[in-house]
Structure formats: C-alpha cells, structure tokens
C-alpha cells in the first residue's frame, strides 16, 4: 500500500505502508544503527514518529527483555526497509508482527536521509 508523510510545512514524502494503516505524530529521527525496540519503547518517544538513519530495521527481532518501557510509546517507525525475517538466536519474534500487535504504523521505501536532513 502506498503511504505519504506530510509535514507541517508541506513537505510530502513517499514510500509504502507494509503493514496497511496509518497514523500521525511529530516525525523525529536518530542515527542509532541499532536498537529499534528500545528506541519504540522509550517513553521519551511519545507521541512521535521516529525515523531510523539505519538501511534496515527488524534484522536481530523482537526480545522482550530489550524493552525500555512497559509498552511501545512511539507513534510510528518511519524506516528505508523492514525485515520480514529476522535472524538471531534470541530472537522471539519479527519487529513487524509485534509492530502490528500494537498496532504501531511503519512506512518503508523512504529516503530516511532526505527526511533526516529535512527535519535538521
């Protein structure tokens, strides 16, 4: 499904929405290359859709003991690619299906670094 992130000032930018729904927030970013479950479950992410530097976001999955928060606080994952199958030996799940649980948003097929120097 086709997504556009609209900005404030008019920007639009484009990509897909992998998972089918949308949502809204204050767009962020962060140049962590790692660290994606953490950063979604930071309350200092509240409200907000963080977009990630990183290429590929997903890749080592979800474990539950990586979490910051009791919950996912971000409103969205703004990224460039989301894996389908991460690969980890502690790996308890995909970032997407547990994105989805919590019906969190992602868009995918962005050019994060435009959008990141959009935002500076």
């Given at each position: 499904?086709?997504?556009?992130?609209?900005?404030?000032?008019?920007?639009?930018?484009?990509?897909?929405?992998p998972?089918?729904?949308?949502?809204?927030?204050?767009?962020?970013?962060?140049?962590?290359?790692?660290?994606?479950?953490?950063?979604?479950?930071?309350?200092?992410?509240?409200?907000?859709?963080?977009?990630?530097?990183?290429?590929?976001?997903?890749?080592?999955?979800i474990?539950?003991?990586?979490?910051?928060?009791?919950?996912?606080w971000a409103?969205?994952?703004?990224?460039?690619?989301?894996?389908f199958?991460?690969?980890?030996?502690?790996c308890?799940?995909?970032?997407?299906?547990?994105?989805?649980r919590?019906?969190?948003?992602?868009m995918?097929?962005?050019d994060?670094r435009?959008?990141?120097q959009?935002?500076?």
């Amino acid at each position: 499904m086709r997504a556009h992130l609209i900005l404030k000032d008019g920007t639009i930018f484009r990509g897909r929405a992998p998972l089918g729904f949308g949502g809204g927030g204050e767009a962020v970013f962060t140049t962590a290359m790692a660290g994606y479950q953490e950063i979604l479950t930071d309350p200092s992410f509240a409200g907000q859709m963080v977009c990630m530097t990183f290429p590929e976001q997903g890749i080592y999955g979800i474990h539950a003991d990586l979490n910051e928060g009791t919950r996912p606080w971000a409103t969205g994952l703004l990224c460039r690619r989301l894996s389908f199958a991460p690969d980890h030996h502690r790996c308890e799940g995909d970032l997407a299906g547990w994105l989805k649980r919590h019906h969190i948003p992602v868009m995918t097929d962005l050019d994060t670094r435009a959008l990141t120097q959009h935002l500076r």
